[in-house]
């Protein structure tokens, strides 16, 4: 069956040390693997795209990278704030395919 | 980009009853889709709303239960009907402005209780 696991539930670290989010996923063949973060009670907001052709994605202190051999993306935020806290959603679209398909999720929380 | 609104935000609803939840986008969009999350879990797709025809449904969603319509390319509605206490979640509403594989731009969600 197809699965997006998102390893750690819960994730904690200290302030000003770098957060590693895990992706995996199995029975896809992603086109694009996104990365999204959501607060309580608000939506998904946008945060990094990486193409299956690409091995690494930055923006600012975010960073992505993609392994299909692994089938697995990392998600890298680096000198952490308590206002990166947040749950942050793996998603991923295959190629001729309409819509995104969505894992359960990371809850981050960066401790002053 | 493009900026979402919903409404509305939240409603508690009786069991057997229906709501309607709009969606309303401040561009043309081209593609816009509605999404639930049930408490604790991640977003599950329920249709993309097409323009001028009837939304294209994902498996394990029926347009009986969850009517929806799009008039034009900034308006959306999705109604939950008969709903019961199962149908108890947050639905969100999302739009591509370049297509449904590239970046999706989420309103802020109906959370809707039935009791």
Redesign the interface.
């Known amino acids: 069956s197809q699965k997006i696991e998102q390893n750690s539930e819960a994730l904690n670290i200290q302030e000003g040390k770098t957060a590693t989010l895990t992706c995996n996923y199995t029975n896809y063949s992603p086109a694009y693997l996104q990365w999204y973060r959501q607060d309580p009670g608000r939506g998904p907001v946008f945060l990094l795209l990486i193409r299956e052709n690409e091995k690494e994605k930055r923006k600012e202190r975010l960073k992505v990278t993609f392994d299909t051999t692994l089938k697995q993306s990392l998600f890298h935020i680096t000198a952490s704030q308590p206002a990166d806290s947040a749950t942050y959603l793996c998603a991923l679209s295959q190629t001729g395919a309409n819509n995104l398909f969505f894992g359960t999720g990371t809850r981050l929380t960066v401790i002053p | 980009s493009a900026v979402?609104s919903q409404k509305p935000s939240r409603d508690i609803c009786q069991r057997g009853t229906s709501l309607t939840i709009q969606c309303q986008v401040d561009s043309q969009v081209t593609m816009m889709?509605w999404y639930r999350q049930q408490p604790g879990?991640?977003?599950?797709?329920i249709a993309?709303a097409n323009q001028g025809s009837e939304a294209?449904y994902?498996s394990g969603f029926v347009i009986d239960k969850f009517p929806i319509s799009r008039p034009n390319l900034t308006f959306s509605t999705l109604t939950v009907s008969n709903m019961s206490p199962e149908d108890s979640s947050i639905y969100?509403c999302?739009v591509s402005t370049s297509g449904?594989?590239?970046?999706?731009?989420?309103?802020?969600?109906t959370?809707l209780l039935v009791l």
Do not use: K, V
Not at chain 2, 41 to 45: A, D, H, K, W, Y
Not at chain 2, 100 to 109: D, L, N, S, V, W
């Open positions: 979402i889709f879990q991640s977003l599950t797709l993309t294209t994902e969100l999302s449904a594989q590239e970046t999706q731009y989420f309103g802020p969600g959370r």
